[in-house]
Protein backbone atom coordinates (compact mmCIF):
# COMPACT_ATOMS: atom_id res chain seq x y z
CA UNK A 1 0.00 0.00 0.00
CA UNK A 2 1.46 3.67 -1.16
CA UNK A 3 -0.10 6.56 0.20
CA UNK A 4 0.45 9.83 -1.85
CA UNK A 5 0.37 13.29 -0.42
CA UNK A 6 0.46 16.48 -3.16
CA UNK A 7 1.46 19.88 -2.86
CA UNK A 8 1.20 22.90 -5.44
CA UNK A 9 -0.93 23.79 -7.98
CA UNK A 10 -2.91 27.42 -7.75
CA UNK A 11 -3.44 30.21 -9.95
CA UNK A 12 -1.56 31.31 -12.90
CA UNK A 13 -1.69 33.48 -15.98
CA UNK A 14 -1.41 32.27 -19.26
CA UNK A 15 2.01 31.31 -20.05
CA UNK A 16 3.11 31.08 -16.86
CA UNK A 17 4.73 28.25 -14.97
CA UNK A 18 3.75 25.60 -11.60
CA UNK A 19 5.61 22.91 -10.12
CA UNK A 20 3.19 20.43 -8.50
CA UNK A 21 4.82 17.82 -5.72
CA UNK A 22 4.03 14.03 -4.01
CA UNK A 23 5.20 12.21 -1.42
CA UNK A 24 5.32 8.85 -1.72
CA UNK A 25 4.92 6.74 1.78
CA UNK A 26 4.05 3.65 3.33
CA UNK A 27 5.34 0.96 0.74
CA UNK A 28 6.63 3.18 -2.05
CA UNK A 29 9.24 0.68 -3.07
CA UNK A 30 6.28 -1.58 -4.50
CA UNK A 31 5.08 0.40 -7.23
CA UNK A 32 7.74 0.81 -9.90
CA UNK A 33 6.18 3.73 -11.98
CA UNK A 34 4.09 6.99 -10.91
CA UNK A 35 2.18 8.84 -13.51
CA UNK A 36 0.16 12.21 -13.06
CA UNK A 37 -3.71 12.22 -14.26
CA UNK A 38 -5.97 15.68 -14.87
CA UNK A 39 -9.83 16.01 -15.14
CA UNK A 40 -11.46 19.02 -16.20
CA UNK A 41 -14.84 20.02 -15.74
CA UNK A 42 -17.13 17.69 -17.41
CA UNK A 43 -14.33 15.50 -18.71
CA UNK A 44 -12.74 12.60 -18.37
CA UNK A 45 -9.49 11.86 -16.33
CA UNK A 46 -6.88 11.99 -18.57
CA UNK A 47 -2.89 10.59 -18.12
CA UNK A 48 -0.80 13.63 -18.45
CA UNK A 49 2.92 12.03 -17.66
CA UNK A 50 4.57 8.86 -16.22
CA UNK A 51 7.54 8.07 -14.83
CA UNK A 52 9.55 4.75 -14.04
CA UNK A 53 11.41 4.79 -10.55
CA UNK A 54 14.04 2.58 -11.70
CA UNK A 55 15.90 4.35 -14.70
CA UNK A 56 13.61 7.65 -14.54
CA UNK A 57 12.51 7.23 -18.59
CA UNK A 58 9.41 9.59 -19.07
CA UNK A 59 6.65 9.79 -21.03
CA UNK A 60 3.98 12.15 -21.83
CA UNK A 61 0.61 12.63 -23.39
CA UNK A 62 0.95 14.99 -26.84
CA UNK A 63 -0.76 17.39 -25.27
CA UNK A 64 1.93 18.36 -22.96
CA UNK A 65 4.88 17.00 -23.93
CA UNK A 66 7.33 19.96 -24.61
CA UNK A 67 6.10 21.84 -21.91
CA UNK A 68 5.70 19.41 -18.79
CA UNK A 69 8.73 17.78 -17.38
CA UNK A 70 8.01 14.82 -15.07
CA UNK A 71 10.85 14.17 -12.18
CA UNK A 72 11.50 12.14 -9.45
CA UNK A 73 14.07 12.05 -6.25
CA UNK A 74 14.29 8.87 -4.93
CA UNK A 75 15.96 9.39 -1.82
CA UNK A 76 12.82 11.88 -0.84
CA UNK A 77 10.60 9.51 -2.28
CA UNK A 78 8.58 12.26 -4.56
CA UNK A 79 7.80 12.91 -7.82
CA UNK A 80 7.34 16.05 -9.63
CA UNK A 81 5.61 17.72 -12.17
CA UNK A 82 6.98 20.80 -13.76
CA UNK A 83 4.47 22.60 -15.63
CA UNK A 84 6.00 25.33 -18.65
CA UNK A 85 4.21 27.60 -20.86
CA UNK A 86 0.54 26.89 -19.53
CA UNK A 87 -2.78 27.57 -20.96
CA UNK A 88 -6.38 27.67 -20.14
CA UNK A 89 -7.30 24.22 -21.21
CA UNK A 90 -4.82 22.83 -18.87
CA UNK A 91 -7.35 24.16 -16.12
CA UNK A 92 -8.05 20.89 -13.63
CA UNK A 93 -7.69 18.92 -11.03
CA UNK A 94 -4.45 16.72 -11.02
CA UNK A 95 -3.88 13.84 -9.11
CA UNK A 96 -0.54 11.81 -8.66
CA UNK A 97 -1.31 8.36 -8.93
CA UNK A 98 1.03 4.91 -8.34
CA UNK A 99 1.26 1.78 -10.51
CA UNK A 100 2.77 -1.94 -10.60
CA UNK A 101 3.19 -1.72 -14.11
CA UNK A 102 6.31 -0.28 -15.80
CA UNK A 103 5.67 2.51 -18.03
CA UNK A 104 1.86 2.34 -16.98
CA UNK A 105 -0.55 5.17 -18.68
CA UNK A 106 -4.34 3.59 -18.49
CA UNK A 107 -6.43 4.47 -15.12
CA UNK A 108 -6.73 1.03 -14.03
CA UNK A 109 -3.56 0.32 -14.12
CA UNK A 110 -2.84 2.88 -11.04
CA UNK A 111 -3.77 1.45 -7.87
CA UNK A 112 -2.80 4.44 -5.48
CA UNK A 113 -4.14 7.87 -6.12
CA UNK A 114 -2.82 11.39 -4.51
CA UNK A 115 -5.98 13.73 -3.07
CA UNK A 116 -5.63 15.91 -6.53
CA UNK A 117 -4.92 19.97 -6.63
CA UNK A 118 -6.53 22.68 -8.96
CA UNK A 119 -4.30 24.15 -11.50
CA UNK A 120 -6.17 27.24 -12.81
CA UNK A 121 -4.91 29.05 -16.07
CA UNK A 122 -6.31 32.30 -16.70
CA UNK A 123 -6.01 34.29 -20.20
Known amino acids: QVQLVQSGGGLVQAGGSLRLSCVAS????????MGWFRQAPGKEREFVAG????????YYADSVKGRFTISRDSAKNTVYLQMNSLKPEDTAVHHC????????????????WGQGTQVTVSS
Open 97 to 112: AASPFRGARQRSDFRS
Open 26 to 33: GRPFSSPA
Open 51 to 58: INWNGGST
